[in-house]
């Protein structure tokens, strides 16, 4: 099976427009927390460096002379404080936000301590791993006790400045990398995403409902054109399209009627020639002539019959209503057995079916008048799946040996032979219709042939959930 990364519907698509769109913002936006922990990793060593630059401060300013503040300024530096008179201090660097909160809490520290402000220039501040290295952020996942470089310019009271670089510890505190990582796949990217994507799937859902109201009113609209308007709500765009859609019902529906009141004008209108012509039939002298002409105007009303039988046949005029099949079948079947037909019925029917009384009437007598035409003897299974029931009128006839033939037996028109035992059998439009009534209740009509004899016509009705 093909793995699609694409999504087949619109709600899919959707879906993952909004979750990919919301780790990739994730992704540019990361580098916050990043800050936010290397800041708090960083916070311990600051102010351990604050209190040792404020000492140096204090110490300075006692100093009798400027001999004496340059040797304790030699006599406090070691390797990890170096302390270096300058004659003025270099531009302040532009750095990030969490870099001036670094200086910030440093000057804050030192005013604390000396009870009067210090101008103060922070030039960098970055961690060290255990290893000793400059990893910036990595150190954060690979150091268990990362350690902070400083450098800075102050500004003395004395008005002289002095330009400190050091490294400072965590003064024994100790980070653990793993749970660290833990907890930024965790509540960075697990969380959120599950939390988008439960928003997302909810929200597109509600978003696309009206999209999927109108899927389901076209759907319906291929099998009951008489159905209820949609219902014009919700955003403009909706609305806009639930007005094209009655729009065009109402159109349809004018359209049939006005194709429905055609043919019916046209069937009237030509009663009355074929009544002429049956009259003067009548008078012909040859008697083949007669009987000829008779047959042939009886085609004629045959086919203007059954033209609008099928019109009038596919049409759905009626409300949907609860259906009893087992006495709609058993009726039919009675009615057959007057008629001098044998026509057995075997199996029922738990519950109603939804649907349209006459016309699925007219569909059940159809296959009945089939399978009693071309095998004589019928016999009707009732069976009740889980969503559907299901309908198969067997007759013992011959059946259709060409595969291809039971499709084509569904054309309008279509015959298989044009006549039998010199009689007319129709116009061909009797399976027509039944599949046509079927499809407008949500199912399915098919034809195959038992492996005896005979043919099976197997009408499969869906129930609304």
Not at 160 to 179: F, K, R, S, T, Y
Not at 247 to 260: F, N, P, V, W, Y
Request: net charge neutral.
């Amino acid at each position: 099976m093909k793995l699609r990364l694409w999504p087949d519907t619109l709600y899919g698509r959707l879906v993952l427009i909004l979750v990919v769109g919301m780790f990739a913002g994730q992704l540019l936006t990361s580098t916050i927390w990043f800050e936010t922990h290397d800041n708090r990793t960083l916070e311990i060593p600051a102010r351990l460096f604050a209190s040792r630059l404020a000492d140096t401060v204090r110490l300075l300013q006692h100093a009798p002379d400027d001999a004496s503040r340059r040797e304790i300024a030699t006599q406090l530096g070691d390797a990890r404080y170096r302390l270096q008179w300058i004659d003025a201090p270099a531009p302040a660097p532009a750095g990030s936000v969490a870099r001036q909160a670094v200086g910030h809490l440093i000057s804050g520290v030192m005013r604390r301590r000396l009870g009067e402000p210090i101008e103060v220039r922070l030039i960098d501040a970055e961690l060290r791993g255990d290893a000793g290295q400059h990893a910036g952020i990595l150190s954060l996942f690979n150091s268990r006790m990362p350690t902070g470089d400083f450098h800075v310019q102050m500004k003395l009271p004395q008005g002289e400045w002095l330009d400190v670089q050091a490294n400072e510890g965590q003064a024994g505190m100790q980070i653990e990398p793993h749970a660290l990582v833990l907890d930024y796949l965790t509540r960075i990217y697990l969380l959120r995403l599950a939390a988008v994507l439960l928003l997302a799937l909810v929200a597109v859902r509600f978003a696309v409902r009206p999209l999927r109201q109108l899927a389901k009113a076209a759907d319906a609209l291929g099998r009951n054109i008489y159905r209820p308007p949609l219902p014009v709500s919700g955003p403009r765009e909706v609305r806009t399209a639930a007005q094209s859609f009655n729009a065009m019902q109402s159109q349809l529906i004018d359209g049939i009627s006005a194709r429905t009141r055609f043919l019916t004008a046209v069937s009237h209108d030509l009663r009355s020639p074929l009544t002429r012509l049956r009259l003067r039939a009548e008078m012909l002298p040859d008697p083949t002539w007669r009987e000829s002409m008779r047959g042939d105007l009886e085609d004629m009303e045959a086919m203007v019959r059954a033209t609008l039988d099928a019109v009038q046949g596919v049409e759905i005029t009626e409300q949907r209503h609860e259906i009893d099949i087992d006495s709609m079948i058993e009726g039919l079947a009675e009615d057959a057995r007057e008629a001098g037909h044998v026509v057995d019925v075997e199996g029922r029917a738990v519950h109603p079916l939804s649907g349209y009384p006459r016309n699925l009437k007219r569909c059940l007598q159809n296959l009945v008048d089939n399978g009693i035409y071309y095998g004589g003897r019928v016999k009707i299974r009732v069976t009740d799946l889980e969503h559907a029931v299901q309908i198969v009128v067997s007759d013992s006839g011959p059946g259709i040996p060409d595969e291809i033939l039971l499709e084509r037996v569904f054309e309008a028109y279509f015959r298989i032979d044009a006549s039998k035992d010199g009689k007319n059998q129709g116009t061909g439009l009797g399976l027509t219709i039944a599949r046509s009534i079927a499809a407008a209740h949500g199912g399915t009509l098919t034809l195959r042939n038992r492996a005896d004899s005979g043919l099976d016509a197997v009408l499969t009705l869906n129930r609304d959930d």
